[in-house]
């Protein structure tokens, strides 16, 4: 039985019990009434039409013969009894059967004509009507009317009605049924499609072809479930491709990562590591399953794990660490923050969400490193030694030809002239290409101590001024022997920098010395002017100057103005890449404003506002790594 | 008699010592000479000469650890160490001065450098 005519039949069950009890009342009451009228007039004329008829037989005191009449008159429906009084109050003929109740004998004194509702014991409840025979000079006659066939009456039309009203429930309920089940039928139907629809069902159909509001209902449904079925298509396709290019995707970044020879390691923000790559395994030896879910702590140590908390905490910074790894190895770790951009949090840089760690195996690096630094000081110090004779040597053979061997010479003449001049010269030469010689080994020394980040700077407050007298007094032989003249033009109040003093005077003797190897006659000029937030320097001089094609190498290793074929090499070639290394150190730039045969002007700039130079070696030594 | 005493493993860098200090023109000049830090132990110990041209590379124990010994051990300050090295590098000078060194000379040297010294350390009236 369905809801909808469960409700329907509580319904007309509660609108037939209002209509039944009202029709109930009313026609009964009704129906008591018209009988009770009616049963009053129809007694009154009983009782009148008896009265008229027995004057007569009344005043012959013909008793027998009023018995005989009123006797037929019991007979019609409703009467009860009949009695006749005389004048003197006996009843002379009367219905009663057996004998006159007592209530009859309270009534029959009764000459007026009089309605009244009695009870006679044992017989029930009566409307006696009394007509008095000739204005009650003769008598008065009774008529019953009982008033239990009107109750009865009342009952059986009653339950007519009632029958009459349950054969019309019994059809209603049957029609509602009828109705409400060809109502909730398609309901159902509908509610059963929507079902199947909700769990995707699109191939489901419905067969509803009514006109009415259901059907409306079943077509919009029907279209609906095609819109639908379209769009999950669609959906549908797009995820499909979606999936494919998320899932290539995946194998991609699987096998980037998988085959990547660095490892790779990933924490979440709490640093418990969730994903790691082969190559990470092999380097520590341990198996991808013994590190998942455990704190980097745990496994790798507080360097590593205190990296992991840095980059968490500084999203645009990677920071590194040297790591043990198996087999006595070393690599190094560089760890960067993840971090997501949320709308959620107000955060600027976005949440932090974990980290990741990249570890390179570095032994070899840094095994070459260490033989790259012994080689060269094993290389410095054989070269100096056997150096050290040659120049030494050479120093006591001019000495001693000069105080004991020269002086000694009697003969004169243009051949032993010559000849003494001669080994002078070659001793000279001797000497001087002996003096290249240890600065060559001193630049590359400074060189690839600069490039491995092993230079130990010593950064104190220091004036400009005095940088320059420092180199003025190392060059001034060289000024001497070329007979040039130093210039100076240094603003006044300048302010102090900080640097390293010996490794900024090594910057200006370099490049005074260059001008001064450059230049035949004229000056070398040392400008200081203040910038904006540096100090600008700037040697120029007179002297051959720079084609253009120089310019751009000049600061490259190894590399010297004009043609080392044809012209006389004048140095190591490698003093302007070290004055570059030291000036770009102090945060300044160095550069060349040149024209061939106008002479040059090496600037350079050190900032006022120095950067913080108190970690340099990680700077160098990154940098460094970069570039192998 | 003044005790001047060369540690060097390279036979020539001794050679020229010895006659960069015969030209020195200092009155009685004895010059020792060792090829290995052991022997110039022994010879310091023995002689107690007044400077030692010490190389810093030497077959045995190291430059370093015969001045360590000189100064901090057998501690006779008396005597005038001179380090010599091939090394011009910041870590040689600071470890020769902690070891007790009075001077450092980097190879390649001049004649000069050497008679100077010498000179200071003997006193005006060599």
């Known amino acids: 039985m369905s809801k909808l005519f469960k409700k329907t039949l509580l319904i007309i069950i509660i609108l037939f019990a209002i209509i039944a009890l009202t029709t109930a009342i009313s026609t009964g009451w009704n129906l008591y009434r018209d009988l009770t009228e009616e049963y009053k007039s129809k007694g009154t004329a009983i009782a009148k039409s008896i009265a008229s008829s027995s004057v007569e037989t009344l005043l012959n005191r013909e008793a027998s013969t009023v018995q005989a009449m009123i006797d037929q008159f019991t007979e019609i429906m409703g009467v009860s009894y009949v009695f006749v009084v005389d004048v003197q109050g006996e009843i002379i003929s009367h219905t009663f059967v057996p004998m006159i109740p007592e209530e009859i004998q309270v009534i029959k004194n009764d000459k007026t004509r009089t309605i009244k509702d009695i009870h006679i014991k044992g017989m029930g409840d009566f409307i006696d009507i009394a007509s008095p025979i000739v204005e009650g000079t003769v008598g008065v006659v009774h008529v019953g009317m009982d008033k239990g066939t009107i109750f009865s009456q009342l009952r059986a039309g009653m339950i007519r009605q009632l029958s009459l009203l349950s054969v019309i429930f019994i059809i209603s309920v049957a029609f509602a049924y009828i109705f409400v089940n060809k109502i909730s039928q398609p309901l159902n139907t509908l509610t059963d499609y929507s079902k199947k629809l909700a769990s995707h069902d699109f191939a489901a159909t419905v067969d509803i072809q009514s006109q009415d509001e259901i059907g409306l209902l079943a077509d919009t449904m029907k279209s609906m479930a095609m819109d639908l079925s379209e769009v999950f298509e669609r959906y549908e396709l797009a995820m499909k491709d979606a999936i494919v290019e998320l899932q290539d995707t995946l194998s991609y970044i699987t096998a980037v990562i998988d085959n990547m020879a660095d490892g790779l390691l990933v924490t979440d923000i709490d640093g418990i590591i969730n994903h790691v790559n082969p190559a990470l395994s092999i380097m520590f030896n341990i198996t991808e399953a013994e590190m998942i879910g455990k704190h980097c702590k745990d496994l790798f140590g507080n360097e590593l794990a205190e990296i992991v908390e840095k980059s968490r905490r500084s999203p645009d910074e990677a920071f590194t660490t040297e790591i043990k790894l198996a087999e006595g190895k070393v690599g190094q770790a560089v760890a960067t923050g993840i971090h997501k951009d949320s709308l959620e949090t107000d955060d600027f840089h976005g949440k932090g969400i974990g980290s990741v760690i990249l570890i390179r195996d570095i032994t070899s690096e840094k095994e070459i490193g260490q033989m790259k630094t012994d080689f060269i000081s094993t290389v410095s110090h054989e070269l100096r030694t056997p150096l050290t004779s040659v120049l030494g040597f050479t120093e006591i053979i001019e000495r001693r030809l000069e105080e004991n061997i020269f002086p000694l010479i009697q003969q004169t003449g243009q051949i032993v002239d010559t000849t003494i001049e001669r080994i ?52 001034s032989a060289l000024f001497e022997q070329k007979k040039l ?57 007179t002297g051959s100057g720079i084609s253009e094609s120089n310019k751009k190498t000049v600061f490259e290793k190894f590399i010297q103005a004009g043609d080392t074929l044809t012209d006389k090499p004048r140095g190591t070639g490698l003093g302007l890449s070290i004055c570059k290394q030291i000036v770009e150190y102090h945060g300044g730039t160095i550069w060349v404003e040149s024209q061939a045969g106008q002479g040059s002007t090496f600037s350079f700039t050190l900032p006022l506002i120095s950067r913080d130079l108190s970690k340099p070696f990680d700077i160098l030594s990154i940098s460094h790594l970069e570039k192998n | 008699m003044h005790k001047i005493l060369i540690v060097d493993d390279d036979p020539l860098i001794r050679l020229l010592l010895e006659e960069i200090l015969s030209d020195v023109r200092v ?43 000189i100064k901090n051990t057998l501690k006779m300050n008396n005597i005038y160490i001179i380090m010599l090295t091939a090394k011009g590098q910041e870590l040689d000078k600071q470890k020769a001065k902690d070891s007790g060194a009075d001077f450092y000379i980097t190879k390649p040297f001049t004649i000069q450098d050497v008679i100077r010294k010498v000179k200071e350390v003997l006193g005006p009236d060599s």
């Open chain 1, 424 to 475: 002078r010269n070659n001793i000279k030469i001797i000497l001087s290409e002996g003096e290249r010689l240890t600065a060559l080994i001193n630049d590359v020394l400074d060189v690839s101590k600069l490039e491995a980040g092993k230079v130990e700077w010593k950064i104190e407050n220091i004036s400009i001024a005095e940088l320059i007298e420092h180199a003025r007094f190392a060059t």
């Open chain 1, 485 to 541: 003249e130093f210039k100076k033009d240094v603003e006044p109040n300048l302010p102090v920098i900080s640097g390293d003093r010996d490794r900024l005077i090594q910057v200006f003797i370099n490049l005074l010395s260059n001008a001064v190897k450059f230049t035949e006659k004229g000056y070398v000029l040392c400008r200081v002017k203040r910038g904006d937030d540096e100090i600008v320097v700037s040697i120029s001089d």
């Open chain 2, 27 to 69: 009155r009685n000049i004895r010059i020792f000479s060792a090829d290995n830090g052991h022997t110039a132990a022994e010879i310091i110990q023995r002689e107690a000469p007044e400077i030692v041209f010490l190389d810093v590379m030497l077959p045995g124990i190291n430059g370093f650890e015969v001045c360590n010994m």
